[in-house]
C-alpha cells in the first residue's frame, strides 16, 4: 500500500468517519534506583555508567524488585480509579534487539497491577469527559540506540550504531486506555486532554518527572475510523476499521497533531477506496506526519511468560488502603481550587491550563508574588518568549522564583515597568536574578534627589529658551525637560519625581 | 586413595585446624593430582592454580596469626563452570562464552571466597547444563575414573569425575533435572539438590529458572553437609531465595553416622521401580533398603501416580525458559561475536548463534521457542505447569505418609561415550528419577550404594519435603555407614587406579 500524498481535510473526515482512539501512555518512575537493581536512574549522565550485571543482562544476573517502584504503580493505580490485584506476576516479554540487554523486558501481561479504572477530562470549555482504563501495569525501560553517522541520526544511513544502557531497567508504568469513540471533531483535543491530566496526576503523585521532553512521559496513540452509517443503517454495525498506532508522540501538541493527521490520512485511503494498514508508524515533530513503521501482520510473537526469576507483586490490603491514603487532590478539583483563591476567569484559567502555566504560576504566587502579577508575567512576557522560541514555559531560563522577585522590585518602586521588561530579558539570558541583572546593567530607578536636580540643571542649561519659557509660568514647557532627563539617564528616572523637582525649583505647582 | 588427596574434607579441616598440615600443601596436591590425571578425564575446563594457592596461603597467614576460621578454611573446592567467577573464564560449557571473563562473582562463590575455601578452577559440563552425560560440552567430553570410555554423567560430569578422581575433595553442581545426582550415582560419589530457593542462584547461568538449584557434591555425606552449610541461606539479590534459617545439615549428618534410624518412615516410590531399571541396579537399591530397615527405618511403599508424566513436562518446561534465558547470548555486549560482514545487528546474532551454540542447545530453544509460541502456549507450556502442580500434590500426599521417599538415582549405570548421543529421547530418559524432585522444588540426594553387575557405581536417591534438607543428611549417612561397613570401607576404594599421565 503506498502512502497517499494529500490528506483528506479532517472537518471533511468527520463528516464521513468517527474516530476511535487509544492510548497507551509510559510513565517513567523517578524512583532514585532501577526498577530491578540499584542503579542510579538520573537523567543525562554519560552513556553506560549507570549500569551493573543486573541491567547489563550479564550472565547469572537476576532481578529484584524495587518495593518503592511498586508502590508509585499501586499509587498511580488508585488515582487512575483502578483495582489493585491482590496478586499480580511478571512476564517476559521476549524479543531480540540490541538496546534489550536480555533480549527479553521485564514487564507484565495477563496480570496487570491495577486495571478497570477510569479518568475524568476536562476540556477546554469545562465538559468532562470520562476515559476508561484497562490497566496499569509496570515494566522496565530499554536502553537507547544511538545512530552515528548519516545525516538523520536514525538507522537509516547511519554508520554504526551504539548502545547506552543508562535508561535499561528504569521503571515504567504504562496506563492502557480502553478504546474512546464517539467523540468527533473533539477526538484530537480529548486525546491530548487526557494525555495532559494523566501528566498531572502522575506529577501530583510526585512518582515521575513527567517531562516529555526527556522521555519522562511518552504517548502511543492507535487510530482507527468507523465510516458514518448511511441513513435507516445501524451505526454499531458499522465495522471499525483497522488501526494504526502511531509512536514518539512526545508532546501535547503532537497528540494532538498525529490525531488529525491519521485521521486525515486514514480517511484519505479509506475514500479512495484503499485500506488502511494495521501497522505502528512514527510521528515526526519536524514534518508533522507519521510515517509506517513494521507492521503488526508480520508482528513478532512476544511469547509471554510468567517471570520464574521473581515471585508473584502480592500487596496486602493494609497497604494498599494506607496508599489510598497519601493520594493527592485530582487535578480537576486542584484546578478549580487555585481558580477561586487566585480569582481568575474561566477565561484566564482556561490560557493558564494551556500554557501548562499552572505550576508556574502557583509556584510564583508562593514565593511572594500576587496571583495577578504571576498571570501577567507567565501569560504576557514570558508567554510570548516560549512561543518565540518555540519551547514550553517551563524550560525559560526564568524561575517562579526570580518572576516574584521581579515583581517585587515593581512593587518596592524599585524598577519602573519598562525597566523591569528589560531585567526580565537579562534574567532569560542567563545573567543571573533580578537582582543580579539590575545591578549588572544599573537598572535601577533613579530615586537620588541630587542626581536628578543635577540631571536637570543640566538639561536647563542646553535648553535655555526651554528654562525661560517655565520660568514665566508656562508649566507645559516642563515636558521638555522632563524627556531630556529621561534620556540622559535611559529611562531609569522616575518621570513624575523629574517633574515635580522641575516644577519645585521654579516655585510652581504641578 | 592415599595421602592427602585421599583424604576426605572433614579430615582435610581437621588437619588444617590443628596445624597438622597447610592449605598451601593440601591444594598444591590437589594441583598436582589435577596436573597428572586430568588429561585423560578431563574434569577441568579451567585450572586456577595461582588463584587457588593465593587464597590458601592467605588461609595459612589467617591461621598462623591465630583467627578463629570457619571449618573449611583452606579445603580446595572445584567449581562447576556454571556459576561466574570474577576474573576467571566462565563459559557454562559453551563456545559462545569462550573467552568472557566475568566481573562479578556468583553469591555461592562469594561464600567460597569468604569462608576460605581455594578454588581449585571451573569444572566441565554439558553446554548450558544440557545433558546427562557432559558429551554436550563445547569443549570436549569428561570421562568417568571408573572407566574412561563411559560418560560421568551430566550435565555436572566434571564437578563429579573431579571427585571420583581425588582432584579435589569438594565440588560444587547445580541439578536442574538431576545434573548434581545423575553424575554423583554413575562416579560413585555424594550429590544434593538443595531445595529450591536454599542456596542462592545469583550468578548462576541460568538454564531453567524454576528448577535450576545449585548444590554441594563431595566422597561422603558428611563432607556434602559441610559444603551445603558454606553456600546454603537466604540472598537478597535472588527473589526466591528462601528467608529462613537453614536446617542444620551439618548436624544431621552427624545423627545419622550414629546409625540409628528408628522410627523414620521411609517410603518407596513405586512409579521408580521395574521397567527399564537395570538388574544390577534394582539389586543394590533393594539391598539398601534392608540396611535402613536393619537400622530401625520403617519401609512402605508409596505411589506417585503422577511421575510418569514428569519427563514430557520438564522437556517443555526446561526449554521454554532456557529459550527466553539463552535470548542473551546475542554477541552484543560479551562472548562470542561472529560478523559475516553484512553487519546488520540481525545477521550478526543470527551467524553468532549458529556458531557459538551445539546441536542439544539448538533443539531445546527450538523447542521452548515452539512451546511459547502464540496458539501453542496452553497446549504445552500451560499443560506442562498443571502437570507440575499435579506432581507437586504427589509428594505432599506421599510425604504426608512418610518422611522420606527413595528410588535408583538413575535407572542405569555409566554408559559408553557416544552410545545415546543420536538419541536424545534415551539421553532425556536417564532423568526419569530425578526430575520429580526439580519439577516440585523439594531436596534430593544421591549416594553410592554399591557396584552393579558391569563393576559400575550405582546411586541410590533420597528425597525429602521443601525446607527438610537436613532429613536428606540423616537417612543417607546411616546408609553411608551401613554400606561402608559391610564393604569395608568407601566404595571408592575400589575405583581402578587412574593412570598416571602428565598433561
Redesign the interface.
Known amino acids: 500500500m503506498s502512502e497517499p500524498v494529500e490528506l483528506m481535510d479532517v472537518d471533511q473526515a468527520l463528516e464521513q468517519f468517527d474516530p476511535a482512539f487509544g492510548i497507551e501512555v509510559h510513565v517513567e518512575l523517578n524512583t532514585k534506583t532501577k526498577m530491578f537493581c540499584g542503579c542510579p536512574t538520573e537523567f543525562g549522565a554519560e552513556p553506560n555508567t549507570q549500569v551493573c ?1 543486573v541491567c ?10 524495587n518495593a518503592k517502584a511498586i508502590e508509585s504503580a499501586i499509587r498511580l493505580g488508585l488515582a487512575l480509579n483502578c483495582s489493585i490485584a491482590p496478586r499480580s506476576r511478571f512476564a ?1 516479554k ?1 524479543y ?3 538496546d534489550l ?4 523486558q521485564i514487564s507484565q501481561y495477563d496480570e496487570p497491577i491495577a486495571f478497570d479504572g477510569y479518568l475524568d477530562v476536562e476540556l477546554d470549555d469545562g465538559t468532562v469527559v470520562r476515559v476508561a482504563i484497562e490497566r496499569a501495569h509496570m515494566e522496565e525501560d530499554a536502553g537507547k540506540n544511538v545512530h552515528v553517522g548519516g545525516a538523520t541520526g536514525r538507522i537509516q544511513g547511519a554508520e554504526y ?1 551504539l ?1 547506552d544502557y543508562n535508561r535499561g531497567g528504569i521503571p515504567l508504568v504504562e496506563i492502557v486506555t480502553r478504546t474512546v469513540e464517539g467523540m468527533g471533531e473533539r477526538t484530537a483535543e480529548v486525546a491530548r486532554a487526557y494525555v495532559a491530566t494523566v501528566r498531572d496526576l502522575a506529577k501530583a503523585l510526585g512518582i515521575s518527572d513527567v517531562r516529555m521532553e526527556e522521555g519522562s512521559l511518552r504517548a502511543d496513540v492507535n487510530l482507527s475510523l468507523r465510516a458514518k452509517a448511511a441513513d435507516g443503517e445501524d451505526q454499531h454495525a458499522v465495522p471499525l476499521g483497522k488501526r494504526s498506532e502511531t509512536k514518539n508522540v512526545n508532546s501535547l501538541r503532537a497528540v494532538e497533531r498525529s490525531i488529525r493527521h491519521e485521521i486525515g490520512r486514514q480517511a484519505a485511503l479509506l475514500a479512495a477506496g484503499g485500506a488502511v494498514t494495521q501497522e505502528t508508524r512514527h510521528w515526526h515533530e519536524d514534518t508533522s506526519m507519521t510515517t509506517p513503521g513494521r507492521s503488526k501482520e508480520e508482528a513478532e ?1 512476544y ?3 510468567p517471570e ?4 508473584p507483586v502480592a500487596p496486602s490490603k493494609e497497604w494498599i488502603e494506607e496508599l489510598r491514603g497519601t493520594l493527592p487532590e485530582s487535578p480537576a478539583l486542584r484546578r478549580h481550587r487555585l481558580q477561586e483563591s487566585w480569582g481568575y476567569t474561566d477565561l484566564e484559567m482556561r490560557d493558564a491550563v494551556n500554557a501548562d502555566a499552572l505550576e508556574l504560576i502557583e509556584a510564583t504566587v508562593a514565593a511572594g508574588a500576587s496571583a495577578a502579577s504571576a498571570r501577567k508575567w507567565w501569560m504576557g512576557e514570558l508567554a510570548r518568549t516560549a512561543n518565540n522560541d518555540g519551547v514550553e514555559l517551563a524550560d525559560l531560563a526564568a524561575t517562579p522564583a526570580q518572576v516574584a522577585e521581579l515583581q517585587g522590585l515593581v512593587d518596592s518602586g524599585r524598577v519602573n515597568d519598562q525597566l523591569a521588561r528589560q531585567v526580565l530579558e537579562g534574567v532569560l539570558a542567563g545573567e543571573g536574578s533580578p537582582g543580579e541583572v539590575v545591578a549588572a546593567r544599573g537598572l535601577e530607578v533613579v530615586s537620588d534627589d541630587g542626581a536628578l536636580l543635577a540631571a536637570i540643571d543640566e538639561a536647563l542649561a542646553a535648553q535655555p529658551d526651554v528654562a525661560a519659557k517655565i520660568r514665566d509660568g508656562k508649566v507645559q514647557a516642563a515636558g521638555a525637560i522632563v524627556g531630556a532627563v529621561m534620556k540622559a539617564t535611559r529611562g531609569q528616572a522616575d518621570a513624575a519625581r523629574v517633574r515635580e523637582l522641575v516644577l519645585t525649583k521654579f516655585g510652581l505647582e504641578g | 586413595m592415599t595421602g592427602l588427596i585421599g583424604r576426605t574434607a572433614a579430615d582435610l579441616a581437621q588437619a588444617l585446624a590443628s596445624r597438622e598440615i597447610s592449605s598451601r600443601e593440601a591444594t598444591q596436591a590437589h594441583l598436582d593430582r589435577i596436573a597428572a590425571v586430568d588429561g585423560p578425564v578431563h574434569a577441568f575446563l579451567q585450572v586456577d592454580a595461582e588463584g587457588a594457592l593465593a587464597a590458601a596461603d592467605a588461609v595459612d597467614a589467617r591461621r598462623a596469626a591465630g583467627e578463629q576460621l570457619p571449618t573449611l578454611a583452606g579445603v580446595p573446592v572445584a567449581v562447576k563452570d556454571v ?2 567467577t570474577k576474573g576467571l573464564p ?1 563459559t ?1 560449557g559453551s563456545r559462545i ?1 569462550q573467552g ?1 571473563l ?3 562473582d ?1 553469591t555461592v562463590v562469594s561464600r567460597l571466597r569468604a569462608a576460605g575455601l581455594p578454588i581449585l578452577g571451573k569444572t566441565n559440563m554439558d553446554e548450558f547444563a544440557m545433558g546427562s552425560s557432559t558429551e554436550h560440552s563445547g569443549y570436549g567430553p569428561t570421562h568417568n575414573p571408573w572407566d574412561l570410555d563411559r560418560i560421568p554423567g551430566g550435565s555436572g560430569g566434571g564437578s563429579a569425575a573431579a571427585l571420583a578422581s581425588f582432584e579435589a575433595p569438594l565440588s560444587i553442581g547445580s541439578d536442574t533435572g538431576g545434573s548434581i545426582r545423575q553424575p554423583a550415582a554413575v562416579t560413585g560419589t555424594v550429590g544434593v539438590k538443595p531445595t529450591y530457593g536454599g542456596v542462592s ?6 538454564l ?3 528448577l535450576d538449584q545449585v548444590g554441594p557434591c563431595a566422597r561422603t555425606v558428611l563432607d556434602t553437609a559441610l559444603l551445603h552449610e558454606v553456600i546454603g541461606g537466604h540472598d ?5 531465595s528462601l528467608d529462613e534459617p537453614m536446617p542444620d545439615v551439618v548436624d544431621a549428618a552427624r545423627l545419622g553416622a550414629t546409625g540409628d534410624l528408628t522410627g523414620v518412615r521411609v517410603g518407596v516410590v513405586r512409579e521408580l521401580s521395574g521397567e527399564g531399571y537395570q538388574p544390577g541396579v534394582s539389586a543394590r537399591f533393594a539391598e539398601s533398603l534392608e540396611l535402613l530397615r536393619a537400622a530401625g527405618a520403617d519401609i512402605v511403599e508409596v505411589s506417585c501416580p503422577n511421575f510418569p508424566y514428569a519427563l514430557a513436562a520438564y522437556y517443555l518446561i526446561l526449554p ?2 532456557a ?2 534465558n539463552l ?4 554477541a ?3 562472548g562470542l561475536r561472529v560478523d559475516d560482514g553484512a553487519s546488520t ?2 545477521r550478526v ?1 543470527g551467524a553468532t548463534r549458529a556458531v557459538g551454540f551445539g546441536d542439544e542447545v539448538k533443539r531445546r530453544i527450538i523447542l521452548g ?1 515452539y512451546a ?3 496458539g501453542y ?1 496452553d497446549a504445552y ?1 500451560g499443560s506442562a505447569q498443571k502437570v507440575r502442580t499435579l506432581i507437586q500434590r504427589d509428594f505432599d500426599t506421599a510425604f504426608a505418609q512418610v518422611d522420606v521417599l527413595v528410588s535408583p538415582t538413575a535407572p542405569t549405570t555409566a554408559f559408553k561415550l557416544g552410545e545415546k548421543l543420536d538419541d536424545p529421547l534415551a539421553m532425556y530418559l536417564n532423568d526419569v528419577a530425578t526430575i520429580p524432585a526439580n519439577l516440585a522444588g523439594v531436596p534430593g540426594m544421591s549416594l553410592p550404594s554399591g557396584l552393579a553387575e558391569d563393576g559400575l557405581p550405582v546411586g541410590f536417591q533420597i528425597l525429602a519435603p521443601a525446607r527438610a534438607d537436613d532429613r536428606l543428611y540423616r537417612v543417607g549417612a546411616a546408609l553411608e555407614k551401613a554400606l561402608e561397613s559391610r564393604w569395608g570401607g568407601p566404595l571408592l576404594a575400589r575405583i581402578p587406579t587412574l593412570t598416571e599421565v602428565a598433561r
Open positions: 550485571p547489563l543482562g550479564l550472565p547469572g544476573a537476576l532481578p529484584v524488585v517476559r521476549n531480540f534487539y540490541p540487554a536480555k533480549d527479553y550504531s548502545v510473537d511469547r509471554y511468560f520464574p526469576d521473581l515471585l | 556459576l561466574v566462565t557454562a562464552l568472557w566475568p566481573p562479578y556468583a542462584r545469583y550468578g548462576v547461568i541460568a531453567a529458572s524454576s537478597p539479590a535472588d527473589s526466591t521454554s525458559e529459550s527466553s535470548a542473551k547470548f546475542d552484543m555486549r560479551y545487528v540481525e546474532m521457542t511459547l509460541s502464540a502456549y507450556y
